[in-house]
């Protein structure tokens, strides 16, 4: 229990009443005429909150695949950011129950001019892996990203798709219970995405918990078995992947 919340013992990420704004910010008028001309628009604007998340409680359970589905600007990647705690909530608690490694934006902790052995060290003692750890699993995640003749060049000279090879790479090998995948996948080549979803099937098949970010109706036919669906900011429909994506298609299609 956390501060009067309860989390059931098979429940892997709990989000309670959990609404999320941000504050919309405008460029000032510098000069006269600017501000004469802008002056009534930049009173009727400055105090603009943008409620992007509204009172959303969701439950995933342990082993779940689920995924989280609608439009541009529906809040899905700003749920996942809450659920990884790189953002907080305005009002109400996620809680997670059990370690947990995320896929939010590409490359992120990695370093420009650090090469790809490096961040590897360097990511994986963020998600908790320590240096006896990471030497043990060093191979296997070179091995995984196909980057062995690039591991020692500084990353800023790795394509979009190298940065997506090295980034899953580390991410599924830092044994953690929860997963969180934001579009990340939509990157590289169709051979190294057919890898990285075996992958996850895989960690799918051994309880793990994954909750991805997708535009990609098919993914989330072939792989998840719960879908979330938010509009607005809520969530419109929560349940079988069918019976969420046919009401879906039929609204958005």
Known sequence: MKRGITVEKDVAIKVNHVSKDFKLYYDKAHTLKEKLLFFSKKNREKNHILHVLKDINLDIKKGESVALIGTNGSGKSTLLKLMTKIIYPNKGKIITNGKLTSLLELGAGFHDDFTGRENIYFNASIFGLTRKEIDAKLEEIIEFSELRDFIDNPVRTYSSGMYMRLAFSVAINVQA????IDEILAVGDKHFQDKCFAKLKELKDSGKTIVIV???MDQVK???NRAV?????EIRQDGEVDDVLKEYLRVCG
């Open 177 to 180: 219970e929860i997963l969180l």
């Open 214 to 216: 997708t535009h990609n």
């Open 222 to 224: 072939q792989f998840c």
């Open 229 to 233: 669906w938010l509009y607005k900011g």
